[in-house]
Protein backbone atom coordinates (compact mmCIF):
# COMPACT_ATOMS: atom_id res chain seq x y z
CA UNK A 1 0.00 0.00 0.00
CA UNK A 2 3.04 1.84 0.22
CA UNK A 3 4.04 1.91 -3.38
CA UNK A 4 0.31 2.47 -4.40
CA UNK A 5 -1.45 6.01 -4.90
CA UNK A 6 -4.84 6.26 -3.35
CA UNK A 7 -6.34 5.96 -7.04
CA UNK A 8 -5.15 2.72 -7.39
CA UNK A 9 -5.80 1.50 -4.30
CA UNK A 10 -9.07 2.14 -4.61
CA UNK A 11 -9.34 0.95 -7.76
CA UNK A 12 -7.81 -2.62 -6.67
CA UNK A 13 -10.51 -3.04 -4.28
CA UNK A 14 -13.15 -2.01 -6.66
CA UNK A 15 -11.61 -4.86 -8.71
CA UNK A 16 -11.57 -7.14 -5.56
CA UNK A 17 -15.24 -6.25 -5.02
CA UNK A 18 -15.74 -7.44 -8.79
CA UNK A 19 -14.30 -10.69 -8.25
CA UNK A 20 -10.87 -10.11 -10.00
CA UNK A 21 -7.96 -12.39 -8.84
CA UNK A 22 -5.37 -11.12 -7.17
CA UNK A 23 -3.05 -11.76 -10.64
CA UNK A 24 -5.53 -10.22 -12.66
CA UNK A 25 -5.93 -7.26 -10.96
CA UNK A 26 -2.25 -6.67 -10.58
CA UNK A 27 -1.95 -6.92 -14.55
CA UNK A 28 -4.60 -4.41 -14.67
CA UNK A 29 -3.33 -1.83 -13.06
CA UNK A 30 0.60 -2.59 -13.35
CA UNK A 31 0.82 -2.65 -10.06
CA UNK A 32 2.88 -5.90 -8.00
CA UNK A 33 1.20 -8.55 -7.12
CA UNK A 34 2.30 -8.31 -3.44
CA UNK A 35 0.73 -4.83 -3.22
CA UNK A 36 -2.77 -6.30 -5.19
CA UNK A 37 -2.63 -8.60 -2.41
CA UNK A 38 -1.84 -6.37 0.69
CA UNK A 39 -4.17 -3.64 -0.37
CA UNK A 40 -7.11 -6.57 -0.65
CA UNK A 41 -6.37 -8.27 2.55
CA UNK A 42 -6.36 -4.92 4.42
CA UNK A 43 -10.24 -3.95 2.74
CA UNK A 44 -11.31 -7.37 3.52
CA UNK A 45 -10.10 -7.20 7.39
CA UNK A 46 -11.52 -4.02 7.57
CA UNK A 47 -15.32 -5.23 6.80
CA UNK A 48 -14.50 -8.10 8.89
CA UNK A 49 -13.90 -6.02 11.97
CA UNK A 50 -16.66 -3.51 11.20
CA UNK A 51 -19.59 -5.98 10.43
CA UNK A 52 -19.09 -6.74 14.15
CA UNK A 53 -20.44 -3.25 14.92
CA UNK A 54 -23.48 -4.10 12.73
CA UNK A 55 -24.44 -7.08 14.50
CA UNK A 56 -25.07 -5.17 17.73
CA UNK A 57 -27.52 -4.28 20.01
CA UNK A 58 -30.27 -6.61 22.06
CA UNK A 59 -30.18 -10.54 21.68
CA UNK A 60 -33.51 -11.40 20.74
CA UNK A 61 -35.65 -13.07 23.82
CA UNK A 62 -36.72 -15.96 22.26
CA UNK A 63 -34.94 -18.20 20.04
CA UNK A 64 -35.93 -19.96 17.05
CA UNK A 65 -36.70 -22.91 19.03
CA UNK A 66 -38.94 -21.15 21.22
CA UNK A 67 -40.66 -19.38 18.32
CA UNK A 68 -41.35 -22.61 17.00
CA UNK A 69 -43.13 -23.90 20.26
CA UNK A 70 -45.46 -21.27 20.39
CA UNK A 71 -47.17 -21.68 16.99
CA UNK A 72 -47.49 -25.36 17.92
CA UNK A 73 -49.13 -23.91 21.03
CA UNK A 74 -51.54 -21.48 19.47
Known amino acids: MGDLTDFQSG ?3 D ?4 GASV ?3 ATLF ?7 SKVMMAHTNHWKTSS ?3 NS ?4 KLSNKD ?4 KTIV
Open 11 to 13: ETV
Open 57 to 60: GRKP
Open 52 to 54: AER
Open 67 to 70: RRKS
Open 30 to 36: GVSKAAA
Open 15 to 18: AHLA
Open 23 to 25: IRT
